[in-house]
């Protein structure tokens, strides 16, 4: 079955600096990846997602890009801000027969004033 | 758009008892999904339920589990005879207006003790 890696697992940045995330996944049918936003005691917030016919896409200070040879994407946000700390989460919706999620590991991401 | 609510926002419970954890959707939608987060880990899917019938469901989905759309309203999930491993929050998210996208509900804090 699918499965879908997440690196890092912990990022610090300073505020204003750039931050990255990267995911691979392993079925070349998968077709649908977003990402999510979970602050601490909260839900998954989806925040962008992209899907198989698109290589990349932007909303304000977050993009993120797939590459679909090498199955992986990733998540870019730009000028960092406090309010950006949280833990990402990555998935992929493993193929057209199928619209369940299948989530990364997360990354915990802290940005420092 | 309007989220799904859930009851409680925590259980906790004797392990071998029964639980009930509710969905409560804001409109009429028709895809509902239950994921389950073991404290610090990873969204996992449970299952996926279409007009009123289960659509897909994972391996962790056992015997122990089942869902239910008792009133054509609430939608809930139950575990039969709760184990420690158990404990976890439970997310039940519902699609968007496009395809593919989920979006989760507050969540159920359980606790198996």
């Known amino acids: 079955g699918e499965n879908v890696e997440q690196h890092p697992s912990t990022l610090s940045v300073q505020e204003g600096d750039s931050a990255v995330i990267k995911c691979t996944y392993s079925?070349?049918?998968?077709?649908?990846f977003p990402w999510y936003k979970q602050e601490l005691g909260k839900r998954p917030q989806l925040i962008i997602d992209?899907?198989?016919?698109?290589g990349e896409k932007k909303d304000q200070r977050i993009a993120v890009t797939l590459n679909k040879t090498a199955k992986h994407f990733s998540l870019h946000i730009t000028e960092t801000q406090p309010e950006d700390s949280a833990v990402y989460f990555c998935?992929?919706?493993?193929?057209?027969?199928?619209?369940?999620?299948?989530f990364g590991t997360g990354t915990r991401l802290q940005v420092f004033p | 758009e309007p989220e799904v609510t859930q009851t409680p926002s925590h259980q906790v419970t004797q392990m071998g008892q029964e639980v009930i954890l509710r969905c409560v959707p804001i409109?009429?939608?028709?895809?509902f999904y239950w994921y389950r987060q073991i404290l610090g880990q990873k969204v996992e899917f449970l299952v996926s339920?279409?007009?009123?019938?289960?659509?897909?469901k994972s391996e962790i989905f056992d015997d122990q589990f089942s869902v239910e759309r008792p009133d054509g309203s609430n939608f809930t999930l139950k575990i039969r005879s709760t184990k420690l491993e158990d404990s976890a929050m439970y997310f039940c998210?519902?699609?968007?207006?496009?395809?593919?996208?989920?979006?989760f509900g507050p969540g159920t804090r359980l606790t198996v003790t």
């Open positions: 409109s009429n939608h028709l895809y």
């Open positions: 079925d070349s049918a998968s077709n649908y």
């Open positions: 992209i899907r198989s016919n698109v």
């Open positions: 998210a519902r699609t968007g207006g496009k395809s593919n996208e989920q979006y």
């Open positions: 339920f279409y007009n009123n019938e289960i659509s897909e």
């Open positions: 998935a992929a919706t493993p193929s057209h027969n199928t619209d369940k999620l299948i």
